[in-house]
């Protein structure tokens, strides 16, 4: 998408699509006031297939000041560095069933898995339990292509609605555990935890679950391939950061840049919004793309080139705001100790085919569904 982004970025930074009745915001400026104004810009949309669920993704404030304050303090600098010696046990142990064989799929083998297991363990989800959560995962994903108008549309939401009775039914009895004998995890203060004096409904604690799962998993999954993509096309990057390892930090947020796993978000307005000498009206569906922001020339220089020493580097990957994610410090840490361990133990990889990899079906995501890759295996 990123040339068909620069045209649009430079001869008309809002575009009106008129079949769907959507304005798209390409230049930096734009996207981040889209993101950070609520007053102008609402989180609560309603696309063709209905409003957006009830969660704090979706959520204005007040209300969404509430929900963000249950879960944040499961996500404290101190709790992810808690999480990381686990982290880096699951990564160990994804690549010691692989490495050997000197080929794997990085999507299926790896990546796809690390993710939606740290959630899993931050949850409080059992072991025995994780394969039906990835399951889960997977169709809560699917849902939300399709609010952002992807191809699987119908046979999502028919998996989901099957998934969404089955982890309702789940829900109820682990939540019921944790009623009876609580623990330090999320589910605990999900059952503890009060808005305007009331304990959270079944249908709320059920959106909790959801967002978890559809915010957490393919981002990082595309974070960690789009990383992998990025050093595959330029090697000199890769070579400095051999050369350099203290650059990895900065590495990641270039990754995140470049090839921004959100690709967009999307608000409506609250009120008629002047933008461009152009005025969208109130209510319209508004997509803020990231994607295209972070390359804006106006505040990256050289904004075609993956510069792992890109200092300062103010992207909007994450959002801005209000709603800045909330796992970003997570996703970071799972990236720094995913890329540590690939790049030691998948030496010299490449690419297993000469086809091109696959783009996802969707807008929003930005990220290969499969990598077939080839390495020397280390150990
Ligand atoms: C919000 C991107 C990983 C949980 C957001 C937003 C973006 C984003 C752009 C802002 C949405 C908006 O303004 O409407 C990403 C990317 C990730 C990532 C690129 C990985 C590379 C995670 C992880 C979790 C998470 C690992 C949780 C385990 C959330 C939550 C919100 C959020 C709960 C909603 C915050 C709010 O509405 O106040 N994320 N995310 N994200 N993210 Fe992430």
């Not at 959507?22 to 297939?49: G, N």
């Not at 699951?90 to 050997?100: G, Q």
């Not at 075609?304 to 796992?327: Q, V, W």
Request: glycine share 6%; net charge negative; proline share 7%.
């Amino acid at each position: 998408p990123f040339p068909l982004y620069a045209r649009l970025r430079a001869d008309s930074p809002l575009l009106h699509e008129p079949r769907e009745d959507l304005w798209i915001l390409f230049d930096y400026d734009s996207v981040k006031w889209a993101l950070q104004d609520h007053d102008a810009f609402s989180s609560v949309v309603t696309t063709e297939t209905g409003t957006t669920p009830d969660w704090l993704l979706f959520s204005d404030p007040p209300r969404h000041t509430k929900l963000r304050g249950i879960i944040m303090r499961a996500f404290t600098p101190r709790s992810i560095a808690n999480l990381e010696p686990h982290v880096r046990e699951l990564s160990r142990e994804l690549l010691d069933v692989t490495v050997e064989r000197g080929e794997l799929d990085l999507v299926a083998d790896y990546s796809s898995q690390l993710p939606a297991m740290v959630i899993a363990k931050m949850i409080g989800i059992p072991v025995e339990d994780r394969a039906r959560f990835l399951r889960w995962g997977d169709i809560i994903m699917k849902l939300s292509y399709t609010i952002a108008g992807g191809d699987e549309s119908k046979r999502a939401m028919v998996e989901n609605a099957a998934a969404r009775d089955e982890m309702r039914t789940y829900l109820a009895g682990i939540l019921d555990e944790r009623r009876r004998a609580p623990r330090d995890d999320l589910l605990t203060r999900l059952v503890e935890a009060e808005v305007d004096g009331e304990r959270l409904d079944a249908k709320e604690l059920l959106g909790f679950f959801q967002l978890l799962l559809a915010a957490g998993t393919e981002t990082t999954t595309n974070l960690i391939n789009n990383a992998l993509l990025c050093f595959m096309e330029s090697p000199d990057q890769l070579a400095r950061l051999k050369a350099e390892p203290g650059l990895l930090p900065l590495a990641i947020e270039e990754v995140l840049r470049f090839r921004s796993p959100a690709q967009s978000m999307f608000r409506s307005t609250k009120r008629a919004v002047e933008l461009h000498g152009r005025v969208i009206p109130e209510g319209k569906f508004v997509l803020p793309m990231i994607g295209s922001a972070n390359r804006d020339p106006k505040q990256f220089r050289e904004p075609e080139r993956f510069d792992i020493g890109r200092d300062p580097n103010p992207h909007l990957a994450f959002g801005h705001g209000i709603h800045f994610c909330l796992g970003a410090a997570l996703s970071r840490m799972e990236a720094r100790v995913a890329l540590t361990d690939l790049l030691e133990r998948l030496r010299d990889f490449r690419l297993a085919s000469d086809e091109p990899w696959q783009p996802r079906q969707a807008l929003h995501v930005h990220g290969p569904t499969r990598l077939p890759l080839r390495f020397e295996p280390g150990v």
